[in-house]
């Protein structure tokens, strides 16, 4: 005998009321994408639940991709067997055998079908003595058991749901909107992706790629980066920002000391045009309170000044270790430490401004027009699409933006 479906159970969306449906629709597309590599695969919706018949395939490899899916809040491998007494015997106990290291137990019986001879307070010894006999140094605990064995007898057949497994939680990834994630190719701004798709948020990505000086291997890490994040939610397109020219037009022309926080907002002013191109209403980005000097507070009120989007940052108020630890359980972390440098490490002055102000990058931007540069690397854009099975190119013209 083996599981032949998962439960899904539900966390926020459950309270979302008359959009609910909405909600358990996305959630349901998105476990069909997630689990295309198993053919066999069906999901069925009820309500309140959710179930993935497995139909043959391997349930533990399902599971794991159902694990990295926003929107569940618990899963749990399940059987459907005959109302009949042998039969729900082989399944509690191989809905106990799943929890590996479970030294007790409880039974938990509901019958539906009253027309069933046995009922629920009989079931519960029944089955449960059952695992008792054909297992070593376990016993059954009715108040905090290792593992509780749920048991509901229907009119069609008998149902039995093993231990839990925790979700991803937060909301299907698409049912709150858009962000474009500035994405760097550090630590940080991966994980800011990864929390923010957790509040239901679909993402496309902007690099800022400045050849020579940053590698192929530097924007092959970032491509990577973007699959490991497809990985919990749809693909995800990556908006390659031709930058050099930029760059080396900041460090030509502006003060040193400002050469960072004016290259930041040229990034917003990039990136907010190719938001407004995609009908996309925000951004989002890795950035923490005191992290670095581009991000304290008189930074990022200079640098904001150049869009009126709303700029999401997740990670605001996390420390290093906090991010990190993240990195590491998103499977970004080593990705992230290639040593392989992005733009942001070209030209670093030697003492950027800690406390820059909004009048004086204004001054300084008004000595140089960098409205062509702009429209040239806009209309030079260029599109890689990943999600967690395979990437592509292709092409994107922007020029008509400006």
């Not at 106990?93 to 007790?104: G, P, V």
């Amino acid at each position: 005998m083996n599981f032949d479906h998962i439960m899904i159970r539900y966390g926020e969306m459950a309270l979302k009321g008359k959009k609910r449906k909405i909600f358990e629709q996305k959630l349901q597309n998105n476990l069909l994408k997630k689990l295309q590599e198993f053919p066999s695969v069906r999901i069925r919706k009820t309500r309140g639940r959710m179930y993935v018949l497995l139909n043959g395939e391997n349930p533990q490899e399902v599971m794991d991709r159902c694990q990295d899916i926003f929107g569940i809040h618990s899963l749990s491998f399940a059987v459907k067997v005959e109302k009949e007494e042998e039969e729900m015997k082989k399944a509690v106990l191989l809905a106990f055998q799943d929890a590996a290291h479970a030294k007790t137990f409880k039974i938990s019986a509901k019958r539906s079908d009253k027309d069933f001879p046995i009922d629920s307070k009989e079931l519960n010894p029944l089955l449960g003595g059952y695992i008792l006999r054909n297992t070593d140094g376990v016993t059954v605990d009715v108040h905090q058991p290792d593992v509780e064995i749920k048991v509901e007898v229907r009119q069609e057949a008998a149902y039995i749901t093993a231990q839990d497994y925790p979700g991803a939680g937060g909301f299907p990834v698409g049912t709150t909107g858009q962000s474009l994630l500035m994405l760097s190719g550090g630590i940080d701004s991966p994980v800011a992706g990864y929390l923010t798709m957790k509040r239901g948020v679909e993402l496309e990505a902007v690099h800022f790629h400045s050849p020579p000086y940053t590698s192929e291997r530097a924007k092959q890490k970032v491509i990577d980066l973007a699959q490991k994040l497809s990985n919990y939610g749809n693909s995800v397109k990556v908006h390659v920002v031709p930058f050099t020219a930029i760059q080396q037009k900041i460090h030509q022309e502006m003060p040193e000391g400002y050469s960072m926080t004016i290259m930041r907002r040229m990034m917003l002013r990039i990136s907010e045009k190719l938001a407004a191109r995609q009908g996309i209403l925000s951004m989002t980005t890795g950035e923490s309170l005191g992290q670095v000097a581009s991000q304290t507070m008189e930074s990022m009120n200079t640098i904001n000044e150049v869009t009126n989007y709303p700029v999401l940052r997740p990670l605001i108020s996390m420390d290093k270790v906090e991010i990190i630890d993240i990195a590491r359980k998103i499977d970004t972390y080593d990705i992230s430490i290639r040593p392989y440098e992005d733009c942001c490490t070209v030209f670093v002055p030697k003492s950027p401004k800690t406390m820059p102000t909004r009048k004086n990058a204004n001054y300084y931007e008004s000595n140089s027009d960098f409205s062509a540069d702009i429209e040239k690397a806009l209309e030079e854009t260029y599109i890689v699409e990943v999600d967690h099975l395979a990437g592509k190119d292709q092409k994107n013209d922007f020029s008509d933006l400006l």
